[in-house]
């Protein structure tokens, strides 16, 4: 499975982005997806998931309200939906899947990682 993340760029605080990760190669089941991010110098954080159906989905507590992970009409794709962006939102920006469908906040539970894609709020 591979994963192309892409709607990364610059923008000013306050602005939106829209981040969307496919998954292809051998995509027969549906996936559960998710966001993470990691920031220069931090670990990797937990942004947002969604469960294969679209019908469930986690946040983070810093970005609840401000983010939103959807599944478009695409199997095994998904947006985030970032607004009311802020410097603390600078990051790389990882979508992964995970073989059970399901959402989560453990990084150890997903099984593909796409390669990420920068995120840059200038202040």
């Known amino acids: 499975v591979q994963l192309q993340a892409s709607g990364g760029g610059l923008v000013q605080a306050g602005g939106s982005l829209r981040l969307s990760c496919a998954a292809s190669?051998?995509?027969?089941?549906?996936?559960?997806m998710g966001w993470f991010r990691q920031a220069p110098g931090r670990v990797r954080e937990f942004v947002a998931s969604?469960?294969?159906?679209?019908?469930?989905?986690e946040y983070a507590d810093s970005v609840k309200g401000r983010f939103t992970i959807s599944r478009p009409n695409v199997r095994n794709s998904v947006y985030l939906q970032m607004n009311s962006l802020s410097f603390e939102d600078t990051a790389t920006y990882y979508c992964?899947?995970?073989?059970?469908?399901?959402?989560?906040?453990?990084?150890?539970?997903?099984?593909?990682w796409g390669q990420g894609t920068l995120v840059t709020v200038s202040s």
């Open positions: 969604i469960n294969w159906s679209g019908r469930s989905a």
């Open positions: 190669g051998s995509t027969s089941r549906p996936y559960g």
């Open positions: 992964a899947t995970r073989n059970d469908g399901h959402e989560g906040i453990r990084a150890r539970d997903y099984n593909y």
